[in-house]
């Protein structure tokens, strides 16, 4: 069944009938046609390729199985990380990405700036893919028990709760491991960025689009509403970055403050190679070292999440 989901990934752009997508490789040979240096994305992969690799990644996400929309026939339509449906799907292996900025052409029309967000969203999007999965079939359908070292029962049930609504802070392994792959995205995209010499746009949303797949955005520039005159998905994106980066990257750090004071990046780093191997078990010593015996559970397990009677 995953065989034959995996060979037609047509259900997903359907959530988006007016983009049209095309695997990542045609869009860059497209874009290159028409006078648009990729160095940037390609050199950015390269960073990413060495980097994880470390890390105990074996392969990166096949570009080919990379989807990227644009040339949109939807007034208005603006694209980039935070635009929404979009994102690795695990069942099918595919990652459905938009162009950053107005959909409604062929070419980005900020092509450096785009470059930086399909990084991003690239190498992010590689860690959902390299993280350890384990699927058991339950009545004919494929159901997936580990993603990384988050755990699901084949009656839903998740290891960890959802965080309270507004929490600064997060005891959800979903959350966690979204900020691991999104750290990792963002600072290889900074890394490139600095190397081509890219920096931020005049205009308020590219500027904090620039901060934002670069992780340097500041405290203000999460609060900051940002109205853009004329084009509603713009003004919804800038909230939808707003909300990401509160809800994920700002949680993320600020769990790593809380449970690694001084050590935030080797715990980042424990916390990826966990991630990659699905074997918690030399982050958990880790962590006992640090805090006693059973942190992980302690930290993530949801007290029903072993209840009698749940069963699919």
Not at 7 to 20: E, F, R, W, Y
Not at 222 to 241: C, F, I, K, M, N
Not at 257 to 270: D, L, V, Y
Request: glycine share 10%.
């Amino acid at each position: 069944m995953l065989a034959a989901m995996r060979a037609d990934a047509s259900p997903l752009m359907g959530k988006h009938p007016a983009h049209v997508f095309r695997p990542l490789p045609e869009r860059l040979s497209a874009w290159e046609a028409d006078g648009i240096d990729t160095a940037p994305f390609r050199d950015g992969v390269e960073i990413a390729n060495r980097r994880y690799v470390g890390h105990g990644l074996a392969k990166m996400l096949p570009l080919e199985r990379v989807l990227v929309g644009c040339e949109s026939s939807r007034a208005g339509a603006f694209g980039g990380f935070h635009h929404p449906d979009q994102g690795y799907r695990h069942l099918q292996m595919v990652a459905i990405i938009t162009m950053y900025g107005p959909l409604d052409r062929r070419n980005p029309e900020c092509p450096a700036l785009a470059l930086l967000d399909l990084l991003r969203a690239y190498t992010h999007d590689c860690l959902h893919y390299g993280s350890r999965r384990r699927y058991v079939e339950v009545a004919g359908v494929p159901v997936r028990t580990q993603y990384g070292i988050n755990y699901r029962r084949t009656s839903g049930q998740s290891y960890s709760a959802a965080d309270q609504r507004g929490s600064r802070y997060t005891r959800n392994l979903g959350i966690v491991m979204e900020g691991v792959c999104d750290k990792e995205a963002r600072a290889i995209t900074r890394q490139t960025a600095a190397h081509f010499g890219v920096t931020e746009s005049s205009d308020v949303l590219g500027a904090l689009a620039f901060r934002d797949v670069t992780g340097t955005l500041a405290e203000e520039d999460t609060g900051r509403v940002v109205d853009v005159p004329g084009s509603e998905e713009q003004t919804r994106y800038a909230a939808a970055l707003s909300g990401y980066e509160k809800g994920v990257n700002r949680r993320y750090s600020h769990f790593l403050e809380e449970f690694a004071p001084g050590e935030e990046s080797e715990c980042h780093t424990r916390l990826l190679s966990a991630i990659i191997s699905g074997d918690v078990g030399a982050l958990g010593a880790w962590l006992d070292e640090r805090h006693g015996p059973g942190t992980f559970a302690g930290l993530f397990r949801t007290p029903g999440y072993f209840e009698p009677g749940l069963t699919a």
